[in-house]
């Protein structure tokens, strides 16, 4: 395990390298979500550094980052100049990309963008519209008990969602669809500790489906058609991030491969380890 700070625009990311560094299997660099939620949650996807090089790193603003504090940094763009930049600071020419959630949605904006030569992308659980995913989110969200929905919907209107009452009427809702398992491994527990919140609420807004942030109309749906990077997608029978979703990208990405996993949700490759890595190390052979 090799671990260090790479300079990006705004200050300093953290990043860890975990495998064999002289195994000639092409390295995996894995994005996280959020924005803003931290590498931790991702520690399952270790498992896959017995055959190549697994690269985590958190990216500006949270985790083990420097946290600027400066609302001007969190766009999509600046996040794509950094993944270039950790790519270039690891030298990393041959690489299989992962993007978990945001992290995918990061993902598809650098190769729609930049055009790298990568030799695969992996896209898990992550959305290519963000407007679809609000109502798709808000459909999930009619299927909670009405006194929660009730509890969600008067805390923002008033502007109170950092109470502790709102946070605990989003949990039924994440343990859905986000995590099912019980109780939650320590790295999730670890990502909420350690997010930068305030990359989350200016990108996103204050719940997974509340969408209120920059990221609100980000749409890339249409684009879809100009990745012709070997493509995965996957994703939970029960992700936030709906299999119809997943399954209308997989239509518009050219070649491209779709896994729903059963009894599984948005960190699918937590709560069904062995299912998941057969289906990556199937995927990469």
């Keep these: 395990m090799t671990e260090g700070h790479i300079t ?47 690269i985590f790193y958190d990216q500006l603003g949270c985790g083990n980052s420097d946290r600027p504090g400066d609302p001007a940094l969190w766009t999509v763009d600046r996040f794509v100049e950094e ?12 690489l299989h990309l992962f993007g978990s959630s945001w992290g995918g949605m ?27 995913w609000a109502a798709d989110c808000a459909e999930l969200l009619d299927q909670q008990p009405a006194e929660v929905r009730r509890t969600i919907s008067d805390h923002e209107a008033s502007g109170f969602t950092a109470c502790p009452e709102y946070q605990a009427a989003l949990l039924g809702f994440y343990r859905e669809h986000v995590c099912r398992m019980d109780p939650w491994p320590p ?6 500790a ?21 990221l609100k109309t980000w749409d890339v749906m249409d684009r879809l058609s100009e990745i012709t990077t070997r493509t995965l997608l996957v994703g939970g029978r029960h992700d936030e991030c709906r299999p119809d979703h997943l399954a209308e990208m997989h239509r518009r990405i050219p ?31």
């Excluded at 993944?83 to 041959?94: E, G, H, I, K, T």
């Excluded at 491209?256 to 199937?282: G, M, W, Y």
Aim: charged content about 20%; aromatic content about 10%.
């Design 8 to 54: 990006v625009p705004g200050g300093k990311v953290w990043y860890r390298a975990v495998g064999d560094n002289n195994n000639d299997a092409t390295p995996l660099l894995c994005l996280h979500g959020g924005p803003g939620f931290t590498h931790h949650y991702l520690e399952p996807l270790e498992a896959l550094a017995a055959s190549r090089t697994v």
């Design 83 to 94: 993944l270039a930049q950790v790519r270039a600071a690891l030298n990393l020419d041959r």
């Design 106 to 132: 990061l993902a598809m904006q650098y190769v729609l963008d930049r055009r790298p030569d990568l030799e695969s992308l992996i896209l898990c659980g992550s959305p290519a519209s963000m407007p679809r």
């Design 187 to 192: 790295g999730l527990e670890r990502s909420f």
């Design 194 to 214: 350690q997010a930068g919140y305030d990359v989350y609420n200016t990108m996103n807004g204050p719940s997974e489906f509340t969408v209120t942030g920059t």
């Design 255 to 285: 070649g491209s491969r779709l896994e729903i996993i059963e009894n599984a949700s948005h960190l699918c490759f937590a709560e069904q380890p062995v299912v998941f890595t057969k289906i990556i190390t199937d995927f990469f052979s």
